[in-house]
């Protein structure tokens, strides 16, 4: 009894409108000649009632026909639009030529304004009988949001994408949003009206307007715009207490996908975020295109991006090289979904192991390399110093040297900000990366380059999914100085620009990112606890815990010695490398290594002897001391107790 005869089932509502559709016909061909009559104020005369008495039935056959074709009788009119209202014009044009053909034929005479008002007639009665389920619904629809709070809405963008979230935002009985005003910064459009909302000003006055009305939640539905009028817009959005909504892109608009459920929470990226980066794509297909391509570290933040934007130019092979193979497999996993026709291969091993990426090399003969292996956590590394030097300096010297045997072509590091004046281990490992690349440069085949720069948002180990994982925990969210200052750039920017970097390349240039302006961690916590819905000193805290071991207030992207050259791309700079001496930069690296081997303590000293800009902080120097005793003392006292047997 699934299917109860009751005005819900869409056959039974179909034959309601069938039965309304005859009478209205019948009723619609008497009225339109007796109105026709009584406007000159005389009684119709028999002749013309006769032809209409005569034909009504053919007429009512007709008109239904045409109703069935133009599909009027099961469409969802309760969602009717002007698409709708179009096919009733159409069906009232029809139904009016046909009558007339057929009283002409059949030699039954009409006064020819008969016809204007039979279809003034019938195309009212019918838009009434649609239209009717879509006033009933909308009724409907009100009653029960008045029931539950609306979220008052303010919508940024009186162009289509708008229009189209509006509209949907008031007709839709599952969403309970009162728009309650517009922004647009055209002048022309302020003080109109869009679906019946008025367009109150441009984005001068977003908070006014957020406070005058109440606003729960801003959506901001300009799929064309700027990166930087985004970031603009939502920095005004962000300083008010209202949730905060974007359409992604304009692929949405083109493919006329524009609906609420597109729409996505506001994320830190978007209020950081520059106008897109242009690369050259010839460029970079031109030494990626057809070629043999090793990425290490290919299954981390920074090279699985580089395997993404890689497979998209069309290598022969890509090689991914990787020591944890869930990070790697995951990447596998992806690129094979995305790219099924790409020749991939995906090797674990470690950049330290020598004969592993000798052979890996040798076998694969790649024309290109993108060494993205590394450790990168600052405070970690000054805790396990010889790991830094072990994995960073000589996976990249062993990788460099395979490299070189192999004839590539084209060797690329990834550098960091952290090498210039390093004050931490893992900044002055990198320096010296890219010392040995600038030494294998002179003397090899192979173009060895450097790519230097900041961080770069949502990477593994970095502050925001930290912060994120701070307030999931129920805070508090940590900074270590409210001071301290870094640059960021998302991870396919960051990628994009090192690819370019890449077709630059001649051999022993350090190539250093614009990254656009310093971000104070403090703020992007701030917004963070703020996108995340919460209230600042309410039900999240910030807590400043002290600068960590070989930590900076600030990042530098250029030594004052190295100065600074541009390249084609305005984003992208060349860095005079610093002169040193190879010869002994070769035998201290010797004795580095060795050093690192045997676990000693003075690793970091040893270090500075090479790299003259890392200076030590005292207190660093002083705890790495204060440990080593500790150590050497519990070392001791395990010797010193009783042996057994004694």
């Known amino acids: 009894m699934g299917n109860k005869m009751t005005l819900k089932n869409s056959r039974v509502r179909m034959f309601i409108l069938f039965l309304v559709d005859i009478g209205t016909i019948i009723a619609d061909s008497y009225l339109a000649m007796i109105l026709r009559f009584q406007i000159d104020g005389m009684w119709v005369p028999v002749e013309y009632i006769t032809s209409v008495h005569r034909y009504v039935i053919i007429n009512v056959i007709t008109t239904l026909i045409i109703f069935w074709v133009l599909n009027l009788y099961n469409r969802v009119w309760?969602?009717?639009?002007?698409?709708?209202?179009?096919?009733?014009?159409?069906?009232?044009?029809l139904s009016t030529t046909f009558q007339a053909f057929g009283l002409s034929l059949l030699y039954l005479p009409?006064?020819?304004?008969?016809?204007?008002?039979?279809?003034?007639?019938?195309?009212?009665?019918?838009?009434?009988?649609?239209?009717?389920?879509?006033?009933?619904?909308?009724?409907?629809?009100?009653?029960?949001?008045?029931?539950?709070?609306?979220?008052?809405?303010?919508?940024?963008?009186?162009?289509?994408?708008?229009?189209?979230?509006?509209?949907?935002?008031?007709?839709?009985?599952?969403?309970?949003?009162?728009?309650?005003?517009?922004?647009?910064?055209?002048?022309n459009k302020k003080g109109k009206y869009i679906n019946g909302i008025r367009i109150a000003g441009g984005r001068d006055v977003i908070k006014e307007c957020a406070k005058r009305y109440e606003v729960d939640e801003i959506v901001l539905a300009i799929p064309s715009a700027s990166t930087k009028d985004t970031r603009d817009i939502l920095r005004i959005c962000n300083e008010t207490e209202c949730k905060m909504k974007v359409l992604p892109g304009m692929y949405q608009f083109i493919n006329e996908d524009i609906t609420v459920s597109k729409l996505r929470d506001v994320s830190i990226e978007d209020l950081l975020g520059r106008d897109a980066i242009d690369i050259d794509i010839d460029s970079v297909a031109g030494y990626i295109k057809n070629k043999t391509v090793l990425v290490t570290g290919g299954g981390g933040s920074i090279g699985s991006e580089l395997c993404r934007q890689i497979a998209a130019h069309d290598p022969r092979m890509l090689i991914i090289f990787d020591i944890y193979e869930n990070s790697a497999y995951d990447i596998q996993m992806e690129l094979q979904h995305n790219y099924p026709k790409l020749k991939l291969e995906v090797l674990i091993g470690s950049v330290r192991n020598t004969k592993r990426i000798e052979s890996v090399m040798e076998l694969y003969r790649p024309d290109v390399v993108y060494h993205a292996a590394a450790h990168k956590h600052v405070p970690l590394m000054e805790d396990s110093p010889n790991e830094a030097i072990k994995n960073n300096v000589f996976g990249t010297y062993k990788t460099a040297r395979a490299a070189d045997k192999c004839g590539v072509k084209k060797f690329v590091i990834i550098s960091t900000d952290k090498a210039v004046n390093p004050t931490n281990v893992m900044g002055a490992s990198k320096r010296l990366c890219e010392m040995i690349i600038q030494t294998f440069s002179k003397y090899s085949k192979t173009e060895y380059v450097a790519v230097r720069f900041g961080n770069v948002l949502g990477s593994n180990g970095s502050v925001i999914p930290l912060f994120k994982k701070q307030m999931e925990a129920g805070g508090p969210v940590t900074v270590t100085h409210p001071d301290i200052i870094r640059y960021f750039m998302t991870i396919p920017e960051a990628v994009s620009l090192v690819m370019q970097a890449g077709a630059y390349a001649h051999g022993g240039e350090i190539f250093v990112l614009d990254m656009g302006e310093p971000v104070k961690i403090a703020d992007m916590a701030k917004n963070l606890i703020r996108l995340s819905g919460y209230t600042l000193g309410v039900d999240m805290e910030i807590k400043y815990t002290g600068l960590r071991p070989g930590e900076k207030l600030y990042e530098e992207l250029l030594t004052k010695e190295e100065g600074l050259q541009?390249?084609?791309?305005?984003?992208?700079?060349?860095?005079?490398?610093?002169?040193?001496?190879?010869?002994?930069?070769?035998?201290?690296?010797?004795?580095?290594?060795?050093?690192?081997?045997?676990?000693?303590?003075?690793?970091?000293?040893?270090?500075?002897?090479?790299?003259?800009?890392?200076?030590?902080?005292?207190?660093?120097?002083?705890?790495?001391?204060?440990?080593?005793?500790?150590?050497?003392?519990?070392?001791?006292?395990?010797?010193?107790?009783?042996?057994?047997?004694?």
């Open 78 to 93: 309760s969602y009717a639009s002007m698409h709708e209202g179009g096919l009733i014009i159409c069906a009232g044009l």
């Open 110 to 187: 009409v006064p020819r304004s008969y016809y204007l008002f039979y279809f003034f007639f019938l195309t009212m009665t019918t838009f009434v009988t649609r239209f009717s389920y879509r006033i009933f619904h909308v009724m409907k629809r009100g009653i029960k949001n008045s029931k539950k709070q609306a979220i008052n809405t303010m919508v940024i963008g009186a162009g289509e994408a708008g229009s189209m979230i509006i509209n949907e935002m008031k007709n839709s009985r599952y969403l309970s949003r009162n728009v309650v005003c517009v922004i647009d910064d055209n002048e």
């Open 566 to 646: 541009k390249t084609e791309n305005d984003l992208i700079f060349i860095g005079k490398p610093l002169e040193f001496d190879e010869v002994h930069f070769l035998s201290k690296l010797k004795e580095l290594e060795q050093a690192a081997v045997d676990e000693a303590p003075n690793v970091k000293e040893l270090v500075s002897e090479i790299v003259p800009t890392y200076h030590i902080k005292e207190e660093d120097k002083r705890r790495d001391e204060e440990i080593y005793k500790e150590l050497v003392g519990l070392g001791q006292a395990s010797h010193e107790g009783p042996v057994v047997g004694e």
